[in-house]
């Protein structure tokens, strides 16, 4: 017997999420359309991962100050602090074309682990973004760089048992914290007038896939989502806290499908994988990309029946390992179709020649780590070439040395605030109180309004040594 588009779009999601009792109660309010009905139970979910995750109910101002800037083959490096919530702040970069032909679309980064703004992959993508005449946002993540007590690079902290204990004991999770700081940046972007805001995407890689994973199911406001070097797959519960944590927790709300069709119809989801990668698909047996593409295969009827058909789509490279594929050819074509590439027709953008990363990280002598330094990963990767001269981390510095340390950009100063205050919303929620917050009795996120504020003046450049810490990875990201 067919089934009308109604049922069939009930089926789909409803079938997605497990068919959980919660979710198939009818709505308040009579009958609704399929994309209706649809966009309130996604809505559901999204509320109940933002309290799982800890995201904060409220929003403080930003009081975005500026660190001076930096003027480097045709792009321009703003640097900037702003505040995330009450006693956590930030350093970040902006990344821009000298001179942007109109307004601009905009690309926040995520971070792979022991990633930051200065970490080669995330460097390279920021300037290469901001040469197609976009602009890139790039934060330290908690722990990382000028965010960590020593302004070290590479040193994982927030991987630690105790930091992940710490923070769900107070009510957040460390992928919250994560999450949070990028729609936080979100919020800066839209004080900006040159940044076009119905043109806002997020791109990382491995950890920074799964962040960019979780931005794109909680955050309506974005237009793109690269996940890259990451699963749709129950073989990421299997990985560290920080991801272990949150996605244990997802899968008591929703399957994988579900999961990646929170995003729909938006968002344009890009997710990026080589099919070697055995950092991911630990097991080597392609468990992780079957069920990745099982779970595309099922959010892209969502997506079609929401009018979004064609907005969510796998690619992976052949004998590819952990590369940082948000970088690659194929992703600027994604940006290129779903944000825009001002001056770049897309045969300009395909025709790019190529440079292998390995020799590029050699010749400007960066050294890459022994786990991932390889041809299977980093050093196999092929990026576009368009000529693009790495800054160090000296360079990129934007806090004055005498902050380094200080609790409002340090993991143990974000801890000890949020247990003396309470600002978390119980992570260790039973499913009841889940089933709540799912069914719209909770208390979702609302996205405040920002006042769009325009830029300010360049101030003294601060320049401080960030020492890097080339630690090794125990495990995979």
Request: with cysteine.
């Given at each position: 017997m067919s089934m009308s588009l109604t049922s069939r779009l009930v089926w789909a999601v409803t079938a997605a999420i497990g068919m959980t009792a919660w979710l198939t109660t009818p709505l308040a309010g009579g009958q609704e359309s399929p994309a209706a009905e649809a966009a309130a139970r996604h809505a559901a979910v999204r509320s109940a991962l933002r309290q799982m995750l800890g995201i904060p109910a409220n929003r403080c101002p930003l009081r975005p100050e500026p660190r001076g800037q930096i003027e480097h083959d045709e792009v321009v490096i703003e640097k900037w602090v702003w505040t995330i919530e009450p006693g956590s702040r930030t350093p970040a970069l902006i990344y821009r074309p000298k001179h942007p032909p109109e307004k601009m679309p905009a690309i926040v980064l995520t971070y792979g682990h022991g990633g930051s703004k200065s970490s080669w992959q995330y460097h390279y993508a920021g300037l290469l973004y901001a040469r197609l005449g976009l602009v890139c946002a790039a934060i330290d993540p908690i722990g990382e760089e000028e965010r960590n007590r020593q302004g070290r690079m590479g040193t994982r902290a927030h991987d630690a048992r105790w930091a992940s204990d710490r923070a769900d004991a107070a009510g957040r999770l460390i992928m919250g914290k994560l999450v949070f700081d990028t729609m936080r940046t979100i919020d800066y972007l839209l004080t900006r007038n040159d940044i076009a805001f119905e043109r806002i995407g997020v791109a990382g890689n491995s950890l920074g896939g799964a962040v960019a994973s979780y931005v794109a199911a909680v955050e309506p406001r974005i237009r793109l989502a690269i996940v890259s070097g990451w699963a749709y797959d129950d073989i990421t519960l299997d990985t560290k806290l920080c991801t272990r944590l949150p996605n244990e927790r997802m899968r008591r709300l929703c399957d994988w499908p579900t999961f990646a069709a929170l995003a729909a119809p938006g968002c344009a989801l890009w997710i990026a994988n080589g099919d070697a990668d055995v950092i991911i698909d630990r097991r080597g047996d392609g468990q992780a990309w079957r069920g990745t593409r099982r779970a595309v295969r099922e959010a892209s009827q969502v997506y079609a029946a929401l009018g979004g058909a064609g907005k969510i789509k796998t690619w992976f490279e052949p004998g590819g390992g952990h590369r940082p594929y948000f970088a690659y050819k194929v992703s600027l074509e994604w940006i290129h179709e779903h944000l825009g590439a001002p001056d770049w027709p897309l045969e300009r953008i395909r025709d790019l020649p190529a440079v292998n990363a390995g020799q590029?990280?050699?010749?400007?002598?960066?050294?890459?780590?022994?786990?991932?330094?390889?041809?299977?990963?980093?050093?196999?990767?092929?990026?576009?070439?368009?000529?693009?001269?790495?800054?160090?981390?000296?360079r990129l510095a934007?806090?004055?040395?005498?902050?380094?340390?200080?609790?409002?950009?340090?993991?143990?100063?974000?801890?000890?605030?949020?247990?003396?205050?309470?600002?978390?919303?119980?992570?260790?929620?039973?499913?009841?109180?889940?089933?709540t917050a799912a069914t719209g009795h909770g208390h979702p996120l609302h996205a405040q309004h920002v006042s769009r504020q325009s830029l300010v003046g360049d101030a003294s450049q601060a320049e401080v040594a960030v020492g890097f810490d080339p630690r090794r990875a125990p495990s995979g990201e």
């Amino acid at each position: 017997m067919s089934m009308s588009l109604t049922s069939r779009l009930v089926w789909a999601v409803t079938a997605a999420i497990g068919m959980t009792a919660w979710l198939t109660t009818p709505l308040a309010g009579g009958q609704e359309s399929p994309a209706a009905e649809a966009a309130a139970r996604h809505a559901a979910v999204r509320s109940a991962l933002r309290q799982m995750l800890g995201i904060p109910a409220n929003r403080c101002p930003l009081r975005p100050e500026p660190r001076g800037q930096i003027e480097h083959d045709e792009v321009v490096i703003e640097k900037w602090v702003w505040t995330i919530e009450p006693g956590s702040r930030t350093p970040a970069l902006i990344y821009r074309p000298k001179h942007p032909p109109e307004k601009m679309p905009a690309i926040v980064l995520t971070y792979g682990h022991g990633g930051s703004k200065s970490s080669w992959q995330y460097h390279y993508a920021g300037l290469l973004y901001a040469r197609l005449g976009l602009v890139c946002a790039a934060i330290d993540p908690i722990g990382e760089e000028e965010r960590n007590r020593q302004g070290r690079m590479g040193t994982r902290a927030h991987d630690a048992r105790w930091a992940s204990d710490r923070a769900d004991a107070a009510g957040r999770l460390i992928m919250g914290k994560l999450v949070f700081d990028t729609m936080r940046t979100i919020d800066y972007l839209l004080t900006r007038n040159d940044i076009a805001f119905e043109r806002i995407g997020v791109a990382g890689n491995s950890l920074g896939g799964a962040v960019a994973s979780y931005v794109a199911a909680v955050e309506p406001r974005i237009r793109l989502a690269i996940v890259s070097g990451w699963a749709y797959d129950d073989i990421t519960l299997d990985t560290k806290l920080c991801t272990r944590l949150p996605n244990e927790r997802m899968r008591r709300l929703c399957d994988w499908p579900t999961f990646a069709a929170l995003a729909a119809p938006g968002c344009a989801l890009w997710i990026a994988n080589g099919d070697a990668d055995v950092i991911i698909d630990r097991r080597g047996d392609g468990q992780a990309w079957r069920g990745t593409r099982r779970a595309v295969r099922e959010a892209s009827q969502v997506y079609a029946a929401l009018g979004g058909a064609g907005k969510i789509k796998t690619w992976f490279e052949p004998g590819g390992g952990h590369r940082p594929y948000f970088a690659y050819k194929v992703s600027l074509e994604w940006i290129h179709e779903h944000l825009g590439a001002p001056d770049w027709p897309l045969e300009r953008i395909r025709d790019l020649p190529a440079v292998n990363a390995g020799q590029w990280c050699d010749r400007y002598g960066i050294q890459l780590e022994r786990l991932y330094g390889t041809p299977l990963h980093w050093r196999g990767a092929t990026l576009p070439d368009l000529g693009i001269r790495p800054l160090s981390p000296r360079r990129l510095a934007v806090l004055h040395p005498d902050e380094i340390g200080r609790p409002e950009y340090t993991l143990e100063g974000w801890l000890d605030l949020i247990e003396s205050h309470g600002t978390g919303h119980g992570t260790h929620a039973d499913d009841r109180s889940l089933r709540t917050a799912a069914t719209g009795h909770g208390h979702p996120l609302h996205a405040q309004h920002v006042s769009r504020q325009s830029l300010v003046g360049d101030a003294s450049q601060a320049e401080v040594a960030v020492g890097f810490d080339p630690r090794r990875a125990p495990s995979g990201e």
